[in-house]
């Protein structure tokens, strides 16, 4: 875990982190697709780098984006109060 000085955990750094990997995981992936069209001897334009590039690293890194506020969101305690805020509320129906 990333501890910040006075001994907290940085939720943000371990962010930073996710997105740092999920970059690299992402130009990896636009790599072996544009070697794959290349190899199966697909004409590479502009247009076509293009939309591959954006397209995988675009989904990539919003999907871990979304990912990795979720983690923030859990791990420092916001999703408790809104729990805390929730809970009366949920006492008055029996069912539940």
Do not use: Y
């Not at 070697?35 to 590039?53: F, H, K």
């Not at 305690?77 to 949920?90: M, S």
């Amino acid at each position: 875990m990333a501890a910040s000085s006075d001994g907290r955990v940085d939720h943000w750094r371990r962010f930073r982190r996710l997105l740092a990997v999920a970059a690299t995981v992402a130009a990896i992936a636009v790599a072996a697709a544009l070697t794959g069209l290349a190899v199966q001897g697909i004409e590479l334009r502009l247009p076509l780098v293009i939309a591959v590039t954006v397209g995988i690293s675009g989904s990539i890194m919003l999907a871990a984006t979304l990912m990795g506020l979720v983690f923030v969101s859990a791990r420092s305690g916001h999703d408790d109060a809104v729990k805390a805020l929730n809970e009366p509320r949920r006492s008055r129906w029996p069912w539940q």
